[in-house]
């Protein structure tokens, strides 16, 4: 009786396996095939409706009636500009908290993660695709929203750009932690929907960014939005665009803990099935 040799699974190379730009690709065709493009644009479109149905969002800080605004960096833009930082984060929180657990959850349940797992691809591959599809389209979110709200009324810059852009990258991380947290461990996509929508409304009111709250100085709100990932990253983002009393350090400290508590736990914590 002749012995049958079962052909041996190809070897999985480099840190992601081979392919990964194969699978990126195809990763994010499903994902913009799934609608998930219009999450990533809605808090642009809330942005827009706002300001076209509340006119004094766009009236300029300057002139009559604002004498006490003279001085203030925010002088000679639109009011708008205060609650720009906060609705940036929304976008950040979509995408990161609306949309990754669900696809996850989604991969689990279907035994899409099982099969994965068998493959000759790193395990690890399909969820960077999926981290880097979160963090371009959280970007092209972010500057979807300045484009539209320069487009419709006057803000100006940002004067620190590099804190600017230190708020953005750092709260993407940090809420792309907690959203690996939370996709790594719930079983079903409805459950998964529940769960990331739940944090990301928690974190959008405790932050007070729809009220501009999250960029106001002192008092018991701004204690509280800056110990979450959504508030923190709003004020690093204000203090770099209009500057501000305190250089945002605290904010930076509280991003990197989420980070650094959530990331270790998702990657131990994760569930094929």
Known sequence: MTAVTLPARAPRSGLLGRG???????????????????????????????????PEMREVVQGYGWESAQGHPVYGSAAVLMMLPGLITLCLGMT?????????????????????SASPMRPQALFAAHATINLVASLLGTVLMVAVTAAMAPIA???HLAVTLAGLLLGLVAL??????????????????????????????????????AAQSGGALFQVARATPMGAAAQIIQYGWIGG???????????????????????????WR
């Open 245 to 271: 009393e305190t250089f945002p350090w605290v904010q930076m400290l509280v991003l990197s803990a989420w980070a650094v508590v959530c990331a270790p736990l998702a990657v131990k914590l994760f569930r």
């Open 20 to 54: 990964f730009a194969t699978l990126l690709v195809t990763e994010a065709k499903v994902w913009l095939r799934d609608s998930a493009v219009f999450w990533v644009a809605f808090p642009t479109l809330v942005l827009a409706a706002t300001l076209l149905v509340s």
């Open 176 to 213: 792309l932690a907690v959203g690996s947290l939370v996709a790594a461990v719930v079983p079903r996509a409805n459950v998964a929907t529940i769960v990331g929508n739940t944090a990301f409304f928690g974190f959008m009111f405790a932050s007070g960014i729809m009220t501009g709250g």
């Open 157 to 159: 810059m940002p004067r």
């Open 96 to 116: 990161t908290l609306a949309i990754l657990p669900a696809t996850f959850a989604g991969f689990r349940e279907s035994g899409v993660l099982k099969l994965f």
